[in-house]
């Protein structure tokens, strides 16, 4: 449950800022993890599935986040963050997609 305390526009950036950080440490740590032990590459899947759901918490908060408010500034925000979201979540599923069809330890 995302807290309530947080104010709507820290709750908007997070939303904003989350994808891209977590498809950033997936990439990074997949790769580090594929070249140190290519064999335990079923923990990238449990990886890109975790970075996945950090994707769709970030468009649960921004999602929220699309009734008007009182300011545009936190609708727009919440736009560029689904916005965000969905193209970070797609590049994770890629990810994922290319680690199952292509065998890490070829080559």
């Given at each position: 449950m995302?807290?309530?305390r947080l104010s709507i526009r820290s709750r908007a950036w997070i939303a904003l800022l989350l994808p891209p950080l977590s498809w950033f440490a997936f990439q990074q740590g997949l790769s580090a993890l594929l070249h140190a032990a290519c064999g335990r590459w079923t923990a990238g899947i449990v990886w890109g599935l975790a970075s996945l759901a950090l994707c769709a918490l970030a468009v649960r908060m921004a999602w929220s986040l699309r009734?008007?408010?009182?300011l545009l500034v936190h609708r727009w925000l919440a736009a560029i963050a689904l916005t965000v979201?969905?193209?970070?979540?797609l590049a994770i599923a890629f990810q994922i997609l290319a680690l199952l069809l292509v065998p890490p330890c070829a080559g």
């Amino acid at each position: 449950m995302i807290s309530p305390r947080l104010s709507i526009r820290s709750r908007a950036w997070i939303a904003l800022l989350l994808p891209p950080l977590s498809w950033f440490a997936f990439q990074q740590g997949l790769s580090a993890l594929l070249h140190a032990a290519c064999g335990r590459w079923t923990a990238g899947i449990v990886w890109g599935l975790a970075s996945l759901a950090l994707c769709a918490l970030a468009v649960r908060m921004a999602w929220s986040l699309r009734a008007p408010h009182g300011l545009l500034v936190h609708r727009w925000l919440a736009a560029i963050a689904l916005t965000v979201a969905a193209i970070f979540a797609l590049a994770i599923a890629f990810q994922i997609l290319a680690l199952l069809l292509v065998p890490p330890c070829a080559g």
